[in-house]
């Protein structure tokens, strides 16, 4: 694909996304390992500087700040802010800096982060511990009487006994049978790639089930794949809507009735999930069953010429079937609109490791990517970091998209958010959601 990829809103994808449309993948991942790793693949927990990495070494401290930013998102709904003023006397990695403002993780206590030195079993469950004290309620303090079953249960450091336990009576981490018969916690044992995405995923499974608000709407709750595959058929499983028959442009709901244009922009969210999904838990578990669900639209649009000239043209999109008409309808207001805006380029559909991706979803489109940046402001609204994109100038370049212009206009109208004014820390100019995402 040639538009940017996409990892929600998460920073942790918009800082180190490459170009691939998929999670990148561990080498040489152990047998036992494989599916909670896919899992965590599926959930969208896998950094892209994973890739090509072996699976079977240690993680780092740095490279775990990446997954756990990943997992408090997904976990909390809450969109990780990029920080950049560093603590640390020996790292400036905005990852790193933004995991510890959050309160995920801490320093050495001497001014410095070490990224480079791996965690051990307990330091690993007291960042767990950490993403789980952000998440709404309280987790109370876990039974620490439950570790004197293992006989290593006086290993354990008082620091972090409450998290240790927490993540046992919840299944994250389980005890290790010795030689001799005995079951040992080894607290003190280091962790593995493949491992820290195991009780990531394991994490999500056990804790993310209950809906957790976001920074500007009510985020869908995070659900591992082997939960959803556990879900009874019924209202509260994931349904998907089948693929437009003889090239039809427009596909339907489960209940057979499309989102028509004229209702689009009035739906409440939970009306859209169902329409779209026909449940109220969104998405797709596999690429096939999300290619399964979207269709090809061809819609008008306006080319610029080098001449300055405008002609009229057409453009091809991959998009949830369901939306197809909302679509079609979008983009035939832009044609008809007096700027006769120009488009260069544009995407919907293509498969994201991130199972919140909208993108992932069919549900969002990016245009003249390039031209409409993707970035994080700071407080007084000035940019501080560009993830996608160079600029964004309406008024000079002709592919820059107004805000008050006939793009905006138009997918409002028919109930998209844009991403130029739907976040606080954030402004994505080419990207329209119809969940705001």
């Not at 561990?26 to 994973?50: M, Q």
């Not at 329409?275 to 290619?291: I, K, L, M, N, W």
Request: hydrophobic residues 40%.
């Amino acid at each position: 694909m040639g538009w940017k990829t996409w990892g929600g809103a998460m920073l942790a994808a918009a800082l180190v996304a490459g170009t691939a449309p998929q999670a990148c993948a561990l080498t040489g991942v152990s047998a036992w390992a494989k599916a909670e790793v896919s899992r965590a693949e599926t959930a969208g927990l896998v950094p892209d500087t994973f890739d090509r990495l072996a699976a079977q070494e240690d993680v780092s401290r740095a490279e775990f700040c990446n997954v756990m930013l990943r997992l408090f998102e997904e976990a909390t709904g809450r969109m990780a802010e990029l920080q950049t003023d560093s603590p640390f006397a020996d790292t400036d990695d905005p990852i790193v800096v933004s995991a510890s403002a959050l309160g995920l993780v801490s320093g050495r206590g001497d001014g410095t982060f070490d990224p480079d030195a791996t965690i051990t079993r307990q330091e690993l469950c007291v960042m767990l511990g950490n993403v789980l004290r952000q998440m709404p309620g309280d987790p109370g303090q876990a039974d620490v009487d439950a570790l004197r079953a293992y006989a290593d249960a006086g290993v354990v450091a008082a620091w972090a006994q409450n998290d240790v336990a927490a993540m046992v009576d919840s299944g994250v981490i389980s005890g290790i049978t010795e030689g001799d018969g005995s079951i040992t916690l080894s607290p003190e044992d280091t962790t593995t790639r493949e491992q820290s995405l195991i009780l990531a995923v394991r994490f999500l499974s056990a804790y993310a089930l209950e809906e957790a608000p976001g920074n500007d709407s009510e985020a869908p709750p995070a659900i591992a794949d082997d939960l959803v595959a556990q879900m009874p058929a019924g209202e509260d499983s994931v349904q998907t809507a089948p693929a437009p028959d003889n090239g039809s442009q427009t596909g339907s709901t489960t209940d057979g009735t499309p989102i028509l244009p004229e209702e689009a922009g009035s739906l409440t969210e939970e009306q859209k999930l169902a329409r779209v999904f026909g449940s109220a838990t969104p998405g797709y578990d596999s690429p096939e069953q999300a290619e399964a669900a979207m269709a090809d639209i061809t819609v008008p649009v306006w080319r610029l010429q080098s001449d300055g000239t405008k002609t009229a043209d057409t453009m091809t999109l991959t998009v949830n079937a369901n939306l197809a008409q909302v679509y079609q309808a979008v983009f035939e207001e832009i044609f008809a609109g007096e700027e006769q805006f120009p488009l260069k380029n544009g995407g919907s559909y293509a498969w994201r490791s991130n199972a919140r991706s909208e993108h992932r979803w069919g549900t969002a489109v990016d245009l003249n990517w390039e031209e409409n940046m993707e970035c994080y402001i700071d407080a007084s609204g000035a940019v501080t970091q560009i993830t996608t994109g160079t600029h964004w100038t309406p008024g000079e370049d002709p592919y820059s998209i107004p805000a008050d212009g006939d793009v905006v206009r138009a997918f409002k109208k028919y109930g998209f958010a844009w991403g130029g004014d739907a976040w606080p820390s954030k402004r994505d100019y080419m990207h329209f959601s119809y969940f705001g995402r």
